[in-house]
């Protein structure tokens, strides 16, 4: 089957036969997609029931009211096949899919604006253990720094490193500068895709605390408050009882996060796979073609992680499964070959042959790929109704866009801490592209920043961190 695939892709990139090896294309690509969205989906069910088992009382009301329902659906809809109503299903899942969507979206900002309090609370905590404070020569400190980044000669590690120690060095450049190196950053954008663009202003904004959703009180109000509680204090007057007790708000949040994101992120995982399904579906299987695991195998697999779901027991899997597991080994792998290898024949399908496919009546059958494509990519939380941009990035809207970010940056420097106002720098410098033309101008930068930090306390947070790093 794979040469006759090779095949019929070769013909329809060049022109040849599309009404006949269009269809060809499509059946295999929904019995393909359909294959390997049940193997994920038995694999990512497997281990989020494992994780259930151990940590679920743990897990937020909302999290486990979103389990029960994708449980239900799976139950009713994959095992049953009760598809009398399958477009309202589908369109359940989707809503479905757009809540763990928002809810990630709270939890990824919450998550970046702990982060910053982390940073100052490290930065912060020698004040209170004087006797742990490592001393270090500027210069012998900046040169170790520097053959720790400079100890490999691929550009992508390089790069990666500088970032890396960007984000934790004290941060003793003036704002003008620091506005300066963000507009050169967005000049990187300049004749690009506005979607890209846009995609690196919203992590600048969530690296510096400027993205509030208007969900995120109601949703997380504890979350809210706590980051209210750190907000408020003045980190350079802060008595030791009183960083004790903000230090707890600050792990206890961060513990939440950590249990409540990687819940959400495997739900993303197993509704884009349900939801794949449910499309793909009314199109496999039409034509038969070479298929590595019996529908058995995964209705058996799926049946008893769902049925373990659904029990009140909470009970280990049977180990009767591990050989059923056995049977799927290899076969994402193989699929995977099929993707890449269609890939480009499906866009080129989409964009030279719709009117094809509409006077073939296979218009919707299309759609149901490129959208089942969509779900099982590497991109989870795929916006799956964002239309491409064509609108390329000018000099204008760089600068209107800087202008903005320079403002809103501006207004929270002058209402926050400076201790805070440096996180938020060194967050942004330490995610922005490297700004730097040689070796020459990251040393000199290392160096200044080391000589210029007279706060020993933030000092000996930066080398201990990033002795960490280079041990690492």
């Not at 089957?1 to 329809?12: A, D, G, R, Y």
């Not at 979350?223 to 230090?247: D, G, T, V």
Request: proline fraction near 2%; glycine fraction near 2%; aromatic fraction near 10%.
């Amino acid at each position: 089957m794979k040469t006759s695939l090779t095949e019929v892709c070769n013909q329809i990139k060049k022109g040849k036969y599309p009404e006949e090896n269009i269809p060809k294309l499509f059946n295999y690509l929904a019995n393909q997609y359909n294959t390997y969205a049940r193997v994920n989906l038995v694999m990512h069910y497997e281990t989020f029931y494992e994780s259930y088992l151990e940590d679920h009382e743990n897990w937020s009301e909302e999290a486990q009211d979103i389990v029960s329902k994708i449980n239900r659906i799976i139950h009713d809809n994959l095992l049953l096949n009760n598809n009398a109503e399958k477009e309202k299903i589908i369109k359940e899942v989707d809503e479905l899919r757009k809540e763990i969507m928002k809810r990630m979206n709270y939890l990824s900002i919450y998550l970046d604006i702990f982060q910053i309090y982390e940073y100052v609370f490290n930065r912060t905590e020698y004040r209170f253990k004087q006797d742990e404070i490592i001393t270090v020569e500027d210069d012998d400190f900046a040169r170790k720094i520097l053959r720790y980044i400079f100890d490999t000669e691929d550009n992508v590690v390089i790069n990666a490193k500088i970032m890396e120690t960007i984000g934790q060095l004290p941060v003793r450049i003036t704002k003008q500068r620091f506005f300066t190196i963000l507009r050169e950053s967005l000049q990187n954008y300049l004749g690009r895709e506005r979607s890209t663009l846009n995609t690196f202003l919203y992590m600048l904004r969530t690296n510096a605390m400027l993205i509030s959703e208007e969900g995120m009180k109601n949703d997380y109000p504890r979350l809210w408050e706590q980051k209210e509680a750190l907000a408020a204090l003045r980190y350079n007057e802060i008595s030791e009882e009183k960083f004790l007790e903000a230090e707890k708000v600050l792990r206890q949040a961060a513990a939440f996060l950590n249990i409540e994101s990687s819940v959400y992120y495997s739900l993303q995982e197993i509704i884009n796979e349900v939801y794949a399904i449910l499309l793909i579906s009314t199109y496999a299987g039409i034509v038969e073609t070479d298929t590595p695991v019996s529908e058995e195998t995964i209705h058996t697999i799926l049946g008893e992680i769902n049925t373990a779901f659904l029990s009140e027991d909470k009970a280990e899997l049977a180990k009767k499964l591990e050989t059923k597991f056995e049977e799927l080994e290899g076969i994402q792998e193989n699929v995977v070959y099929t993707f890449i290898e269609t890939d480009d024949v499906l866009n080129e399908v989409d964009k030279n042959y719709r009117k094809l496919t509409e006077s073939l009546m296979i218009d919707p059958f299309l759609n149901v790929l490129l959208r089942t494509r969509q779900l099982l990519s590497d991109s989870l939380f795929i916006d799956l109704e964002e239309e491409a941009a064509d609108s390329k990035v000018s000099e204008s809207l760089i600068e209107s866009e800087a202008e903005k970010i320079e403002e809103d940056m501006t207004a929270l420097f002058a209402s926050h801490d400076r201790m805070i106002a440096r996180a938020v720098m060194a967050n942004t410098l330490g995610n922005v592209p490297v700004f730097f033309k040689n070796r020459t101008e990251v040393m000199n930068y290392v160096r200044y920043s080391l000589e210029h930090c007279k706060d020993p306390y933030e000092k000996a947070a930066c080398v201990e961190i990033i002795n960490k790093l280079i041990i690492e």
